[in-house]
Structure formats: C-alpha cells, structure tokens
C-alpha cells in the first residue's frame, strides 16, 4: 500500500514548515493569501488527507485520548486547563476522537488509572497537562512505548527520555519579554514583576523574560532585585497580591503578572495610575478590562494532537514551543 | 439471587427520606449525629453498599457516562458547568465509571453524536446539561428509552415526557429569595436585581425570587419595576452592567444579581457603597470579596448519579431540587 502523505511531504512541497502547513489548517486566516494557495496545491497534488492520520489512529483501537481533570481546581489559573480541555475536546471531535476524562488523587494513583485504561484499551493515547519537575510520569510512559504528548514541556532534564517525548507548549518568557519591551517602549522605566515564588518552572520562566529585557533595557542587578515579588498563588484573596504592591515605594508605572489572579491584586492596589498586565487572558481581565497575555490554547491543542495522530519521523523535530500573544486593553494600549 | 438493598430500603428503615440518606453519603457533616447515627445503623443492618449500583452499570456495558463538552465558553457562567464536570468525574471515579466528553455545534448534531455514541456501547447514559425551554433532546432521548439525567430542570411542560424524566437542579428561585430576605433583615429596603432579558428559565426563575420578598416586604409594583434591570450576558464587558447600575437614582442600598458577571458590573459601579450579591460563587466574587450564592455541585453530581445508577421505581420522586447557599462577604456579612 502507498504511504499515506504528512504534513511533512505537504510542508516539502510547499517549501514552507509544518507550522505553516498547521496553520493552513486550522488558522487559515493568519497565512499570507500566496503562502496559503502554494500549500493548498500541495495539499490537493499530494493527496493529502487530514484526517487520514486520526482514522490510522482511529481504526487502531478505541480512538479515545485519556485526559486527566483535577477535582475542584477551582481558581482562575484553573479555568486555563478547562479552557484547554474545551480546544482539545472541539479538535479531538473534528478527527473522530473521543475524550475521556479521569482523575487521580496524586502521582502514583495517576500510574495506576492510566494503568487499567490501556489495559482494558479504554485509551490509545494520553494528553497529560500540569508537567513540573521530577515528574514520573513521563519515564514510566516512555518505558511502556505508550503514546503519549504533554502540554508542557519537561522541566528538568534527568532522565534520557525528557528530550525524546512529545510536547507542545507556549513560550511564556518571550510573552513576558514582549509585555515588558511594549511598556519599555512606552517610556516605563520602573516596570515590577508579580510572580510565584522560585522553583516552578513555569514561573522561573516567565520571571527570567522580564529579566531579560529589563537587564537589557540597563536596569541595575539591585533596582530589579527590589522591583521583584513573589508570591504563592491565592485566587481567593487578591488583596494579598494588592498588599504586596502597594507596598513599592516609589510606586511602579507598570506590573507585568504571571498570571491573571496576581494582576487582579495590582489592579486593586494601583490600577488606576498603573499598567497591569496579566498572563492568560481570563474573563477577568477582560472584565475589569487590563492587559494580559494569551496562550494560543486552539493551536496547542491542534498541534498536540497532531504530534499524537502523526508521530514525527527520527530526527524531525518532536516538541513544538508557540508564542504567545499580549492582548492590550485600557491604557497599555496607548502609543 | 436477593435483591441489594437501595437508598430508598436505607431511607424507610431508618424513617428519614433518601435525600438525608444520600446526604449522610456524601455530606455527612450537614446531617444532625442522631440522624447520621440512626442512618448509619440502617446502612449497616441491610449490609447496603453504596458502590454496588454503580456496580450494576458498570458490569452492563462500557460503565461510560457522556458528557458535552461546548467548544470555547469562555466567560465567568461557562466556568460553573466546568465546576461541575469537575464534581461529576471525581464522583464517577469513586464509583468506577468514566466520563466520555463530546461536542456539538447544534440540538440536531448533538442527537447524531449521541446515537453514534450509542450504537457503538461508547457510553451507556448520559448526563445532560444546559437545558432550555423546548428542548429536543428529552423527548429524542425518552423515546428511545436512553437512560439520561439532566442538571437543570424541564423548563416547559410541553410533552408528557417533561415529568417523567430524571433531573437534578438548583433552586434558584430560593437562593435569590434568601439573598433578597437577608438583605431587608439588614434594613435594606432599596434593592435592585440585575438580571437577562425575561425568556431564560434560569433567569425568570432567579428574578421570581427577588420579586416575591420585595413584594412580601411591601415594596410598591412600580417601584419594583424601577429597580428591575435586565442586560444580555456579556462576561466580556462589566462596564456595560456598571453603566446600567449606575444610571439608577436614587442609588439602591444593595444590588442582588443573577451572575456574577453581572454582579462584577454592579460592584465596578457602586461597590464601595452598596452590597452586592452575585451568584455562582466564582473565583471573582472570591478574588474581590463579593457575596454570591454558591450551586451545591458536588451534591448535584453525587445525585445525578445516584439517579441514574439506582432508577427510582415507579411512583418514586424523580427528580432533586437542592438549595443553594447564601457566602456572606464584606459588608453583607454585617448582623
């Protein structure tokens, strides 16, 4: 039988990359109108069929995905892995696949779930959210050559099999360095960070892109030091992270958040002399109407699913990083 | 073979109704130690166990509920159904059941993924939700004898079906009354209601209940009409609720609201001067210290299937209407 074609024969012929290939796809509307037309051809000359690849999975065995959902995550950064879950499920239905959902008090009992799923072949695959370090769960998968793909890339790089397994995830430190070099550019000078506490990857993360632009904007080591506060996430009192602000003295122009619960505790303290900018863009922010950055959750989802259904060859790239976008509102929008 | 025991033998041998039993189950803290005690006693006497209906499911086919999942709600309300699918799946996981997510776009293609779902024993019964007035899909469902429960009652009584079917819903009528109650026991006597456009079932029923103490209280119909405002949800704006609230003079004492989204509106507008009461109990009304009426949703999830792994016998109630709760913040918290 002839080889299916990929997306990667598609992006060879178009002489584009897969991510454009991918945005054809599912974004057409941010392609550039010739790119679009040369990738089409090649999608019509090859024959390229994109669920060709979902029914290969499909047909295999229960064409379902096994997603975990934490009981009662109930904060605002909660409502991020639903928002997820929603993209996921809305693509999954578009190739055929099912979702189906479990939950696990901690790690172990998680091995044990994912254990009788695929013994009972009640999934063929596994999409795992809420990556962080030292986290056993990607050893254990890659040993049983169970098919796999995080949102969330590997944290640490212990074992040999965190660059080899599949990830899609969103580059929060250049999101937050394109939040930090927008107010620099608006003539900020004295921008703080509102982050959690060292030692989360995704928080140690997002602080360093604020770093970055602040130490090449010529900010000294000890103004920053002063300009940077951490705080353990609590999305049922944003007057804690409010206390926190309002305590810098002088009182910063600005406060780039790593999430939108601390943003919403710098808007209450100063957010009406001060830019605040969140991370994730939740109807909060919309709501109160501050800037914030989004995470490009409809494509995490399409290219997981697309690292799933069509498992890149050796030597092709097996992990996707997306770029964020800031989402300006109020007085962060002004020139 | 003997018959297994049931809620409704538990509940007749210890002469409470199957509601305490399921709260002694489940909740066992809101039931008084006597009760609780005398439940218990009956639990043990009959050597029923709770898991061995779900048992019963489970054996039969794919022990499977599904569940739709709607592509990209995104505002604060669409976070409430996510809260429940939280509920839902930690209760089904406890008893040994999955939970299959899909997605449609309208009432037709939800009915075709439902009889695919079926036809190929992906899921065994469903749990319904967002129900609305003339929903297709009762009937669609009695018809074939699916076995289904829906959060959220028959919001007309067109077919015979309407009250037959298994349901579980909140009162909300009565979490409005109670919220309104409270607030002219507090002296307040100018109170507002912030709510959709008449035509919701959800929304008609929360409005009823300001409606009925305000007018218990004495309040004159046209004054009512004064206070009674209505605007399209829009999680994305809370200023359009904020320009509505502020637009009323004299100035109400307290704002009761049929969201939280809403009440978002009314707290940007008046907040500092007037109590405001949301409703969802969401994120938001905890991150800014709001009141809320708060949906019992581990409760609902628990009797939904309870309703649908035990089916009550003929004559037996089916249906539950639970009593949301009153989360006293600030200044609505004052004697």
Known sequence: MRRQPTVSDVAS??????????????SPEIVKPETRDRVRHAIADLGYRPHASARRLRTRTSATIGVRLDPGVDGMAGSLLDRFLHALVERADALQL?????????????LDVIDRLLEGA??????????????????????????????GRPWDTSGPADAEHLWVDVDGRSGV????????????????????????????DRRAGWRDE???????????????????????D?????????????????????????????????????TVMG?????????????????????????????????????????????PSLVLRGTAGGA
């Open 279 to 323: 991370y994730d863009d939740t109807p909060v922010a919309r709501a109160l109407g501050f800037s914030s950055i989004a995470q490009p959750l409809a494509e995490v989802a399409a290219q997981a699913l697309e690292l799933l259904t069509e498992p890149p060859a050796p030597g092709e790239q097996r992990h996707r990083l997306l770029a």
């Open 122 to 151: 009640d999934v063929d695959a596994l999409v795992l959210t809420s990556t962080h370090y030292g986290d056993r769960r990607i050893d254990w998968l890659m040993e049983r050559e169970v098919r796999f793909v995080t949102f």
């Open 214 to 236: 602040m130490r090449a904007a010529g900010v000294p080591e000890a103004e920053l030091d002063g300009l940077d506060l951490a705080l353990e996430e609590d999305p049922a």
């Open 13 to 26: 012929a178009a002489g584009v990359s897969r991510q454009t290939v991918s945005n054809v796809l599912n």
């Open 98 to 110: 099912r979702v189906l959902l479990y939950t696990a008090a901690d790690e172990q009992s998680e």
């Open 177 to 204: 360095a394109d939040a930090t070099r927008h107010l620099l550019g608006r003539g900020c000078r004295r921008i703080a960070f509102l982050g959690w506490p060292a030692g989360s990857g995704t928080g140690d």
């Open 238 to 274: 944003g007057t804690a992270a409010a206390r926190l602000v309002a305590r810098l003295a002088p009182e910063p122009e600005a406060v780039v958040c790593a999430s939108d619960s601390l943003a919403l505790g710098a808007w209450l303290a100063i957010g009406e002399r001060a």
